[in-house]
T-cell receptor, first 109, second 115 residues
């Protein structure tokens, strides 16, 4: 799998946008970028994924640079319930998700 | 949709005992995955089934671990005999297929403690 690099932790103020960066400089043309999060003691939760274009859903937006070497997950209005570990995953084959250490996001009131 | 269902949610057993973890995937999903999460190793894929057939079991740690999928709505992960180092959270996930664009949805996990 293409390796991803994420900051180990970040803080965010409640109600503000949280921008989570991810570097994946070795990504190939057919590899998707997936984002999951894991709230304490729960299973990983799917957030969003994309290939080339920017994507938006009810949870977040995903911005992928034109060269596809980095992306940013945007949580538009962070709440305390968004406190979690966020994983950026570049998916190579059909089934394997390789979870790294992720970014621990703490949303503060 | 009920999502992926796992049971039990917590299991405490003694070393040497047999442990069976259960998973019901999302209805209509054809691919099922078992993962294990520990502090030391993070989340790692143990085994992957497609259409009830094991496709990749290279992540299964050793012969003490076995997994079955007798039908499309049920899978088990068995550890016999269990050891303290098997203590971890075990997750089951399912997806429509196993294509790059198919999202894996995870269950709540089973927290296993082997004393």
């Amino acid at each position: 799998d293409a390796k991803t690099t994420q900051p180990p932790s970040m803080d965010c103020a409640e109600g503000r946008a949280a921008n989570l960066p991810c570097n994946h400089s070795t990504i190939s043309g057919n590899e998707y970028v997936y984002w999951y999060r894991q709230i304490h003691s729960q299973g990983p939760q799917y957030i969003i994924h994309g290939l080339k274009n920017n994507e938006t859903n009810e949870m977040a937006s995903l911005i992928i640079t034109e060269d596809r070497k980095s992306s940013t997950l945007i949580l538009p209005h962070a709440t305390l319930r968004d406190t979690a570990v966020y994983y950026c995953i570049v998916r190579v084959n059909g089934y394997k998700l390789s979870f790294g250490a992720g970014t621990t996001v703490t949303v503060r009131a | 949709d009920a999502g992926v269902i796992q049971s039990p949610r917590h299991e405490v057993t003694e070393m040497g005992q047999e442990v069976t973890l259960r998973c019901k995937p999302i209805s209509g999903h054809n691919s099922l995955f078992w993962y294990r999460q520990t502090m030391m190793r993070g989340l790692e894929l143990l085994i992957y089934f497609n259409n009830n057939v094991p496709i990749d079991d290279s992540g299964m740690p050793e012969d003490r671990f076995s997994a079955k999928m007798p039908n499309a709505s049920f899978s088990t992960l068995k550890i016999q005999p269990s050891e303290p180092r098997d203590s971890a959270v075990y997750f089951c996930a399912s997806s429509l297929q196993a294509l790059l664009k198919d999202t894996q949805y995870f269950g709540p996990g089973t927290r296993l403690t082997v004393l």
